[in-house]
């Protein structure tokens, strides 16, 4: 057992000292100087009886941890190895942990320290499982000195021996709390002291890796922000002198150039921010890009230019008068349109207000002249005039425009339209809306009609802009070739104004005026070198395009000017030169249509009996309709009816109808309807690879068996329209005014038409009607006294 010592207790409340360690402690504090001072007075004293006497070449104190007023049960013997001053003046001792010592009884002392007995605590001699120890926690404290950067101390803990010395080498480790420090202070077993240290060093050692890893990970990704950072400044410096050496030194300077930019607040606010997203954005980053672009196309929308609108109703007159021969109905529909939209624009400057009125649908033919009608009203309001093809397309992004993170995204059409336009208060004319389609990509109609409702279309939201747009001063003209395929809630959106085709004489006015100068200078002709008379010009129109507008007349006329065109290459004849209506079969060969009427009695298509002449109403306009009925021989047998010529389902119910009718009704009409009973009865109409329906043909067919059955032929100078009951009364239909233009076309001079469409006529351009013989009818037998050639006219025979 070790001998007692006698020494001085050193309290410490926030920290604990274990043997080997060497600590600075200020004499400033009242306690430590008191076991200092004690400490060295007792060096000179002689010892006390019993106990072995402190005096050494050295003073020593006994350094105990003190835990909530406690002393603890053991503490450290340590001799003081100086006293002197350090950095700020003050006065320090450096104490020397020697090693452990129990804490006895209180005993007597010079000084004002307390004194105590201290028994020294004897180590077990080590054995190998302790060294092994001692060896694998020097390995993890070098680690952790490693990681720590303590490169000076490694050295010195290396050179550490005894095992009990390497364990209590972790009272210097300042990862280690007050309360673990205390527990290898209490812990006398060797290898359980140095387990707990290797234990709390392999911990913090993973921490230091976490952290270290950590550490390098932020410092590359700052490094790297740092470099890019760098980079991109030094980029933008290059930039910016070739800049200055080509011009372009703001081009991409977005920031200057959005707040430079005439913006609504709430695009402004938008263009900032993304102005914001692209600075920080990489430039490899493939959303500056996205970026870009968009605020390119939100810098070219010309957000507060508009045009200043003409009001003077006189004048937009003139200018549709003098752009379009005839049309005088339609005319004064757009005339009525800008009146409105005059007085509307007058009481909006005086009360605000937005400016959308009612959208107008040009509907009619092609070449009737849709397009240049919304040119025409572009050009009387004194605005910019834009047209959006829409046939075919069936993606809603094509009218809403492509999220911004689709590859290729771009606005949608309405919007390229105002940006191609300049102005914000633009005509924009919607071309074929009756051929937009839809498919799994979505419905453009149902995105046309918020363009299109005044309701919706000041607050109209592009996806690809993502803003809003105010589309209530735009004046939207659509135009479509059949109202038919035009989708209903579209329509409900719209006024609708017919065009129904032109008449011949407004055909020749057309095309001296309007269609000969353009194609002159297309042909590379003077104003004065080729000129063709109005006789020409109508038989163009008459024999050679019998259409309902002038686009094929057009053609036509192109095609004379090439001829004429190679006839003066080859010198074959002189400028100038005239085009009568004898020259057109050597420039354009035979005439293509002629009248039905002007043909040899036996080569008529109505010279068979059993054959009527309809008319009806199809996407180009007007047309002649032909039916042609036959009775099948007895010895065939079967009654039924056999319908061809791909009819629809309307047409084929004519049919059947007007073969009930005469079967039930024929007796009064001295028709033998005993074979409508006995033989089966095929219904014709040609052209059969044409779809064919609509509510006009009931009239015509049973004409056609009518002339069958009774073998009187039908006049070749009529043609009939109506539908027919079973009763016998023929019922109205529409699209009088088309079919009575398609008449005088074909060169017909009477026409049939139901009793109650007599107020359309009021519709025929005058100089129609002044040519064409037109009878209101209200039954059947009206229309086979008008149609059918008299019973004494002998029936020629079929060829």
Known sequence: MSQQLLLPVLPLDDDVVLPGMVVPLDLGDTETRAAVESAQAAVPSANLPGIRSSLSSQARVLIVPRVDGEYAELGTIATIDRIGRVPGGRTAVLLRGTRRATVGATADGPGAARWVTANPVEEAPADENVRSLAAEYKSVVVSVLQQRGGWQLIDAVQQVEDPSA?????????????????ELLTTLDVAA??????AWSKEHLAELEVSDTIRKDVAEGMEKQQKEFLLRRQLEAIRKELGELDGSADDDDYRARVEAADLPEHVRKAALAEVDKLERTSDQSP?????RTWLDTVLEMPWNTTTTDVHDIAGAREVLDGDHAGLA????????YLA???????GDAVVGGRHSGAVLALVGPPGVGKTSLGESVAKAMGREFVRVALGGIRDEA????????YVGALPGRIVRAIKEAGSMNPVVLLDEVDKVGADYRGDPTAALLEVLDPEQNHTFRDHYLEVELDLSDVVFLATANALETIPGPLLDRMELVTLDGYTEQEKVVIGRDHLLPRELERAGFGPDDVSFTDAALSRIAAEYTREAGVRNANRTIAKVLRKVATRVALSEVTLPVTVDAADLDDYLGRPRHLPESSLPASTQRTATPGVATGLAVTGAGGDVLYVEASLADKESGGTGLTLTGQLGDVMKESAQIALSYLRSRGAELELPVGDLRERGIHVHVPAGAVPKDGPSAGVTMTTALASLLSGRVVRADVAMTGEVSLTGRVLPIGGVKQKLL??????????VIPQRNEPDLDDVPAEVLAELDVHPVATVREVL???????????PSAA
């Open 166 to 182: 390497v364990a209590d080498l972790a009272g210097n480790a300042p990862y280690l709390s007050l309360e673990q420090k205390l």
């Open 193 to 198: 002291r140095l387990e707990k240290a290797l």
């Open 287 to 291: 959303e500056g890009g996205w970026i």
């Open 329 to 336: 109905d339609v005319k004064e529909r757009i005339i009525e």
């Open 340 to 346: 409105v939209r005059a007085r509307r624009a007058q």
């Open 398 to 405: 094509e009218i809403r425009g492509h999220r911004r993170t």
């Open 742 to 751: 398609a008449a005088h076309r074909a060169g017909i001079t009477t026409v």
């Open 785 to 795: 006294e008008l149609a059918l050639t008299p019973a004494a006219t002998p029936v």
